[in-house]
C-alpha cells in the first residue's frame, strides 16, 4: 500500500452453522439409528459452544440454522447464541430430508423449529435450511409451504439446481423465488464454475476434502470476480472425537474425512476473510430484518 493510500476494508462474506448432532446425518440414517437419538451422547453443546468461542476470537458473527429437537434439548445454547449476537435461524425440527416427507408432514416440521426457536430467542425467526440442501427440483413445493409458514428467505438450493423462476439475483447468489403463496429470497451456498460444472466450494465436506490452500484460492477468485461467499459448516466437523457410526463405506470416508482439522481450517478462513450472518451481509434481508424493528445483536 503506497504512503496516504486509504486501506479498503475486506468485502463481507456470510458464515452459517447448521446446528445438528452428529449421529443425525443423512448418510447414517436408519429407522432405528432415529428411535435412538435420546440414548446416544449427545455433542452438540459442547462443539456449537466451542465454534462460538472461536467466533468470538476473530469478533465474528455467523447464522446458526438450529435444529428443533437440538433446541428443545438445549435452549441454553440457543439463547447465548442470540446474546452473542449471532443470527438463529432453522434447519427444520427432526432433520428429515425433504423429499421423504408429505407436504403436510414438512408443514408441521418447519412450523414446529420456527416455535421453538422463537420462544426461545424472544424475536421472528425467518430464515430456514432444509437438512443436506434437499429442496431440489423434486420439491418445488417446500418453497411455498415455508412462505405460508412465515419465512423470509431460504438456504437450501444450490445454484446448479437453481428453477429459471429465480429473479433479482445479487452478487451473493442470492435471488427471489416467486410462487403462487408469494415471494421468497434465496441464499445459496457458493459454487464456481469448473469446466462446465457448477463445483461446490462452499464448506462442509469439500472444505474437509480439498486442502486448505486450495480452498482459499478457489474461494479468492470468487471474491475477485465480485461474488459474495456463502459458507456453511456442522459443530460434528470440529470434533476428531466423535464416537464412530457403522453405515456404508463411503459414507463413512465422506463424514470422518480430516476432522481433525477443520479447526484449523476454519481459523485460517476467518484470518483470510470477513464474515458476518445472513441477516447482516445481504443487503434485502437485512432489510426484512430492519422492517420488522430486528437487529441481530439485539435481545428482547
Same mark, same amino acid.
Given at each position: 500500500?503506497?504512503?496516504?493510500?486509504?486501506?479498503?476494508?475486506?468485502?463481507?462474506?456470510?458464515?452459517?452453522?447448521?446446528?445438528?448432532?452428529?449421529?443425525?446425518?443423512?448418510?447414517?440414517?436408519?429407522?432405528?439409528?432415529?428411535?435412538?437419538?435420546?440414548?446416544?451422547?449427545?455433542?452438540?453443546?459442547?462443539?456449537?459452544?466451542?465454534?462460538?468461542?472461536?467466533?468470538?476470537?476473530?469478533?465474528?458473527?455467523?447464522?446458526?440454522?438450529?435444529?428443533?429437537?437440538?433446541?428443545?434439548?438445549?435452549?441454553?445454547?440457543?439463547?447465548?447464541?442470540?446474546?452473542?449476537?449471532?443470527?438463529?435461524?432453522?434447519?427444520?425440527?427432526?432433520?428429515?430430508?425433504?423429499?421423504?416427507?408429505?407436504?403436510?408432514?414438512?408443514?408441521?416440521?418447519?412450523?414446529?423449529?420456527?416455535?421453538?426457536?422463537?420462544?426461545?430467542?424472544?424475536?421472528?425467526?425467518?430464515?430456514?435450511?432444509?437438512?443436506?440442501?434437499?429442496?431440489?427440483?423434486?420439491?418445488?413445493?417446500?418453497?411455498?409451504?415455508?412462505?405460508?409458514?412465515?419465512?423470509?428467505?431460504?438456504?437450501?438450493?444450490?445454484?446448479?439446481?437453481?428453477?429459471?423462476?429465480?429473479?433479482?439475483?445479487?452478487?451473493?447468489?442470492?435471488?427471489?423465488?416467486?410462487?403462487?403463496?408469494?415471494?421468497?429470497?434465496?441464499?445459496?451456498?457458493?459454487?464456481?464454475?469448473?469446466?462446465?460444472?457448477?463445483?461446490?466450494?462452499?464448506?462442509?465436506?469439500?472444505?474437509?476434502?480439498?486442502? =486448505?490452500?486450495?480452498?482459499?484460492?478457489?474461494?479468492?477468485?470468487?471474491?475477485?470476480?465480485?461474488?459474495?461467499?456463502?459458507? =456453511?459448516?456442522?459443530?460434528?466437523?470440529?470434533?476428531?472425537?466423535?464416537?464412530?457410526?457403522?453405515?456404508?463405506?463411503?459414507?463413512?470416508?465422506?463424514?470422518?474425512?480430516?476432522?481433525?482439522?477443520?479447526?484449523?481450517?476454519?481459523?485460517?478462513?476467518?484470518?483470510?476473510?470477513?464474515?458476518?450472518?445472513?441477516?447482516?451481509?445481504?443487503?434485502?434481508?437485512?432489510?426484512?430484518?430492519?422492517?420488522?424493528?430486528?437487529?441481530?445483536?439485539?435481545?428482547?
Amino acid at each position: 500500500m503506497r504512503l496516504g493510500e486509504i486501506p479498503q476494508e475486506k468485502p463481507r462474506h456470510v458464515l452459517s452453522f447448521d446446528v445438528e448432532e452428529h449421529f443425525q446425518v443423512a448418510a447414517f440414517w436408519s429407522v432405528a439409528r432415529r428411535r435412538e437419538w435420546d440414548q446416544l451422547g449427545s455433542r452438540v453443546e459442547h462443539n456449537t459452544r466451542k465454534i462460538a468461542n472461536l467466533l468470538s476470537e476473530y469478533s465474528t458473527k455467523a447464522t446458526f440454522f438450529v435444529l428443533g429437537w437440538v433446541a428443545e434439548r438445549h435452549p441454553a445454547l440457543v439463547k447465548d447464541l442470540a446474546q452473542q449476537g449471532h443470527e438463529i435461524a432453522s434447519h427444520g425440527y427432526g432433520h428429515e430430508l425433504v423429499h421423504t416427507q408429505s407436504p403436510a408432514q414438512f408443514r408441521e416440521d418447519v412450523r414446529r423449529s420456527k416455535h421453538i426457536l422463537e420462544d426461545l430467542i424472544g424475536r421472528p425467526v425467518v430464515g430456514y435450511r432444509a437438512p443436506s440442501f434437499s429442496i431440489t427440483s423434486r420439491t418445488e413445493w417446500a418453497i411455498s409451504l415455508l412462505i405460508e409458514e412465515g419465512y423470509r428467505y431460504d438456504s437450501s438450493i444450490y445454484n446448479r439446481f437453481r428453477s429459471t423462476q429465480g429473479s433479482t439475483e445479487s452478487r451473493s447468489g442470492t435471488y427471489q423465488l416467486e410462487t403462487e403463496a408469494g415471494t421468497i429470497w434465496e441464499v445459496s451456498p457458493s459454487t464456481m464454475n469448473a469446466c462446465g460444472l457448477q463445483l461446490p466450494v462452499a464448506g462442509g465436506g469439500y472444505f474437509r476434502l480439498f486442502p =486448505y490452500a486450495t480452498s482459499k484460492m478457489f474461494l479468492k477468485n470468487l471474491e475477485k470476480q465480485g461474488s459474495q461467499l456463502v459458507m =456453511y459448516l456442522h459443530p460434528w466437523e470440529l470434533d476428531p472425537e466423535q464416537p464412530r457410526m457403522d453405515g456404508p463405506v463411503l459414507s463413512k470416508v465422506r463424514h470422518y474425512l480430516n476432522l481433525g482439522k477443520t479447526e484449523q481450517r476454519l481459523r485460517w478462513l476467518l484470518k483470510d476473510f470477513s464474515f458476518a450472518p445472513i441477516n447482516e451481509a445481504i443487503p434485502p434481508i437485512r432489510d426484512i430484518f430492519e422492517g420488522l424493528g430486528e437487529r441481530s445483536h439485539a435481545i428482547v
